[in-house]
């Protein structure tokens, strides 16, 4: 590799609000990463402190690895600085991971937000211990930073205290940190017990969490939300300590419950559609299906109620 | 594409026992094209009547598309019939499915079995059908047989009757089976009972049903277990009808209950190596981990026991 090769502990850690940005699509489904760079510096600009692109929101698992890759190069290209990026780099597949990560560093991402591979289901923990020592050892490059990424309800597998132990142990100042989104603030507890002080940083998966986070020792949240509401989940996080900081928490709890009460990615994808005065960001790809409209409405008119903005998104 | 788009109505359907090939991979876990023809060669000569290599039992989600791809090549090239391979072709993703599925078909395969998209959890069958439907008609060839692989233990999503009704009724001929690996015999039964006689050839998951979906009125079983005991299962499936049948059963059934003490690909993959007298044939990739040696050596005594054999398997 071209690349230097000396290690990054002075670094600035990566902290507060990210979104794992939505993917734009054209109506023949193909990613559009002139829509996505331009959005990406939009959320930079209003609330997010850096990006997850390729997360879960992102339709990053309805992409293939080369659409991945050219999403990246095309937002990076186009001046959204990699040291504000953590790129979802997970997959099913060894190969495919070691790929995506390797990219990942190779272009300067601040981190690789890892889920664990999700297909197979009866695996142990000495088994997630050997992909992620594989995908590590692969990439072999001291600037990586492996975030990872714990989605239990959804994928179905995650990782355990233990494990997270482990690869700590194995693979220190590698392995960076976790986004938590078992929606178990339990679970979230225990990581920032064991290793908050550690240098492993835990994001929270929603911004309900948020403000239990930070008091906890947490490092911010990624959340679906921030794709639509960043600026004000980032009022709460810069004011976590503040005497105003349960009035905060509550503001950004009530779009987020207005937001969930419609299929999560449809429903994000038309907000942002309607507030960019774009239409063509509402497509999603299979095997979700675009938003009906009288859910569309009420969601937006539930969002217009609770006066949400996303000013300058038109363009 | 150069192929010849006339369709197949008069080609012959696949039925009998098919094995979801073992993906042999190299110490540094690449995968063995050469090791993999020729033992698709021995498990045609020894009871399959057909091959179904990257399913799950071929840890083909470990695997990347290029790999898939350049596996299916590596295969045919060898030497192995076409019209007897069934490759999995399912993908997360909408670009990954279509592109294996186009590649299969151009090839000459029998047919497609395809997983449908397994990340995301909250999807409707409308959902499912848009992913199907896009699939099908990307790949655009009437030679397409689509065999849908159902199985919610691991996937955690599935076909509904209902939607399997809608996708037969969209594309009659091209919606061709499924595979049905619930482990629930009413589910297999249900899909029998509403397809079976609408030229819709249901497999059973697991040679433990073989007998009951025979009686059904089912096309023959897919198989984890066929990668090591496939002459045994060809005997059940060719004499379903005749008073030993339920013999038959209990004999497959008793070497089946023997590998599953043992988690299963490790297992399989150590039945080969033993019987190819090749130890390279047991690496297993990542999430999943070699079979610990006590484990090998019981599992292997236990088959000794049940008289398994694979004859002609080392060279």
């Known amino acids: 590799m071209s690349e230097s090769t000396s290690g990054r502990g002075d670094a600035p850690r990566l902290r507060g609000v990210l979104a794992p940005v939505l993917t734009p699509f054209h109506a ?8 996505l760079s331009r959005y990406c510096r939009w959320l930079l600009a209003h609330g997010c402190a850096a990006l997850a692109p390729f997360g879960t929101t992102s339709e990053a698992n309805s992409l293939s690895v080369e659409e991945r890759e050219s999403l990246l190069d095309a937002i990076i290209d186009d001046g959204v600085p990699p040291d504000r990026l953590l790129p979802g780099t997970g997959a099913c597949a060894l190969t495919d991971a070691v790929r995506l990560t390797a990219k990942a560093v190779r ?29 590590i050892e692969r990439v072999g490059d001291a600037r990586l930073r492996v975030y990872l990424y714990h989605f239990p309800p959804v994928a179905h597998v995650g990782f355990s ?28 507890k225990a990581m920032l017990d064991a290793f908050a002080t550690a240098g492993f940083d835990v994001f929270v998966g929603s911004e309900r969490f948020l403000l239990a ?44 419950a207005a937001v969930e009460k419609a299929p999560l990615i449809p429903g994000l994808k038309a907000i942002v559609a309607q507030h960019a005065a774009d239409p063509e960001w509402a497509h ?28 300058d998104l038109r363009g």
């Open 28 to 35: 023949d489904l193909s990613p559009d990463g002139r829509r």
């Open 107 to 135: 272009r300067g991402c601040a981190g690789a937000l890892m889920l664990p591979p999700f297909y197979y289901k009866a695996v142990s923990d000495d088994g997630f211990f050997r992909f992620f020592a594989e995908v």
């Open 161 to 188: 205290v233990k494990l997270v132990e482990r690869l700590l142990r194995a693979y220190p100042g590698t392995v960076a940190g976790m986004k938590d989104s078992s929606g178990d603030f339990a679970n979230t």
């Open 213 to 256: 986070g930070m008091r906890g020792g947490g490092a911010g949240c990624i959340s679906a939300t921030a794709n639509v509401n960043a600026a004000a989940i980032d009022r709460l996080f810069r004011a976590w300590r503040s005497p105003e900081a349960e009035e905060l928490q509550a503001e950004v709890d009530a779009v987020r």
């Open 284 to 311: 999603v790809r299979p095997p979700f299906v675009d938003l009906p409209s009288a859910q569309r409405d009420a969601l937006l008119a539930d969002l217009a109620a609770l006066k949400l903005a996303m000013p």
